[in-house]
Each structure stands twice: as structure tokens, then as C-alpha cells.
């Protein structure tokens, strides 16, 4: 017998999600972070998924280099808003 005790269970990589619109493009960063790039391969922020009791949430980010930390655009409950918040933003 072991007297190891699991005090919290091992994070799981969540499924790239599905975009609707063909404009833009994720590539995994993270288990739970993508960069958004467009047709061009320009990268247009990051896209975060965040859990909430409600169900999953979409977090847009961009990078701010000079501090190196992210920067919350929004947060959304379907993915296109999220990436459409980062295209014209």
C-alpha cells in the first residue's frame, strides 16, 4: 500500500476548437492556449480557454512583449466572438 495521496487530478489538454469561418486559423500553444494567426500566418492574439461553472468560456489575449504577460481582450461564450474581437481589434 502507498501513502501517497492525490490531492488534485492531472490537467487535460482540451480539443483545438472549431471555427467557423475559414479567415483564421489555431495552432496549439498550450493544453488551453492557441495563437490565432490569419491566412498569412500573422498572428492576430491568443485564444484561452477558461473553465466556469456555467460551462467553457473563450478568452482572447494578446501578448504584451515589453512586459511579457497577457493582456485580456474580452472573454466569450462561443469561439468566433472571441477570434472576431481579435480580428478587428
Do not use: C, N
Not at 501513502?3 to 498550450?30: C, G, K, M, N, Y
Request: charged share 25%.
Amino acid at each position: 500500500m502507498s501513502d501517497i495521496q492525490i490531492t488534485s487530478l492531472p490537467e487535460v489538454p482540451f480539443a483545438t476548437p472549431r471555427l467557423s469561418s475559414s479567415r483564421e486559423h489555431l495552432v496549439r500553444a498550450a493544453d488551453h492556449l492557441w495563437r490565432v494567426q490569419d491566412r498569412t500566418a500573422k498572428v492576430l492574439g491568443h485564444l484561452r480557454i477558461v473553465a466556469d461553472p456555467l460551462g467553457l468560456r473563450y478568452r482572447a489575449e494578446r501578448l504584451h512583449l515589453a512586459t511579457g504577460t497577457f493582456r485580456i481582450i474580452g472573454e466569450f461564450w462561443r469561439v468566433d466572438d472571441a477570434v472576431a474581437a481579435l480580428r478587428y481589434s
